[in-house]
Structure formats: C-alpha cells, structure tokens
C-alpha cells in the first residue's frame, strides 16, 4: 500500500512545539534554538534560521587535556543562534531527558545533544583505556535538557550488575562502574581475541542499557 504525495508529506510534517527540545520523531530531535547548545559534531541534519556551527575542544583545557590523554572524547560542537535545528545520529532511537539536579553519566557515542545550563564534565573510569571500550564518559547534571541515543529501547537495572561496556547508555550518580575482565562464550568460540572487558556496577543506583552490541569480530568472520 502505497501514500500519495500529500499523506507524505502530511504524515512528515515539521512538529510545532515551543519546548527547548522535541521529538520530530523517535529518531530525529527538533531543537528550538534562542541561544547556543551543544551538540554531537556531525549530528546536523538540517536547520531553519540564523544558525551557526563552532568546533569546541571539549569546554575548557583540562577536558582537553583529558580527550588527549585518553585518545577518545565527546565529540562536541557549539550550534549559535536563532531557528530550528534537527538533529540525528545513524538512525539510532533518541530520548530527551529532563535533569531537575539529578546527575547522569552517559557515553560519549550516546550523548546527541544538551542545554548550556547543563554542568558537564569529562570522566574517565580507574582502570580504564582505549583496550576496553565505552570507559569515556560525561557527567551531567543541573538543570535542563539533554539527549541521548539508543539502539532499541533501553533497560533500566538495578545495581548490582555486569554490562557488557557496548551496550551501557549510562547510569545515576549512586552507582560506580569498575573495569573487570572475563572470558565470555564468543572468546571460547574463537569470535575474539584476548581478554574481554565488562563493566560491573555497585552501590544503589540503576544503569540504562541498550539492547545492542557491537559484534564486529562476527561481522568479520
């Protein structure tokens, strides 16, 4: 069955909200821009107005600092001005989040886009390097909006938990993640090499998990 033009384009329509950020739909956000947020670099899809794009080297030096050390970051851009701006990450699910002084962790890959009232940090779990994946994160917290990505709907777990660091989103301020190895089944069938790397999350707190997982080693063999 088959739309004509106009059920399309009817069907597609630009949602009009007046709130800060909106769903266009489950995988594209509509920002309503007065000001400057930050945003995923690359994550544009289009825009309607005076908008313009800034490269940031993470908000300040000691994130920078910590980008280069790490040899990952949270890669940011500065969108400046007044419109609409839409925003989409490879067709992953989005969620707009509200932070009313709660503090949230999330992956840098997962992170789409947040409100400049937002106070953010660069994190780096103990123990952690580019080896075991998905240790790169941002901590969030105030007052405002933000976005993250998924692919699927998440999970929320209770701590205690193992998670596997491909599918963590993030997690609540009254959990802390460690780094532990392990042998999981696809070691023992050859779909990897060395050591495997898992997040393990204590204290009291839940963690949102994605239900993916990037299963390159298969893809390949």
């Not at 925003?87 to 969620?95: E, F, K, T, W």
């Not at 503090?103 to 106070?119: H, M």
């Not at 998924?150 to 460690?178: H, K, N, R, Y």
Request: with cysteine; proline share 3%.
């Amino acid at each position: 069955m088959s739309d004509s033009l106009d059920q399309l384009l009817h069907r597609a329509e630009e949602v009009d909200s007046s709130q800060a950020f909106t769903l266009q739909n489950s995988k594209a956000l509509k920002i309503r821009l007065t000001d400057s947020v930050f945003c995923r670099a690359g994550s544009m899809v289009a825009y309607q107005g005076n908008i313009k794009f800034e490269s940031t080297t993470g908000g300040g030096l000691s994130k920078w600092i910590k980008k280069k050390i790490t040899g990952e970051g949270v890669p940011l851009m500065k969108a400046v001005g007044n419109g609409d701006l839409f925003l989409a990450n490879q067709a992953a699910d989005i969620m707009v989040i509200e932070l009313k002084g709660e503090t949230l962790f999330v992956e840098s890959r997962n992170l789409l886009a947040f409100e400049k009232t937002i106070d953010w940090d660069v994190t780096l779990l103990k123990g952690g390097g580019s080896m075991s994946g998905g240790l790169f994160t941002c901590k969030l917290s105030g007052h405002g909006c933000i976005a993250i990505t998924s692919f699927g709907q998440p999970i929320a777990l209770e701590a205690p938990c193992v998670v596997d660091p491909d599918s963590v989103l993030g997690w609540t301020s009254g959990t802390s993640p460690t780094i532990r190895t392990d042998i999981n089944f696809k070691t023992l069938i050859g779909k990897s090499s060395g050591e495997t790397f898992q997040l393990a999350f204590n204290g009291k707190g839940k963690v949102l998990v994605q239900p993916y997982e990037n299963d390159q080693q298969n893809l390949k063999g």
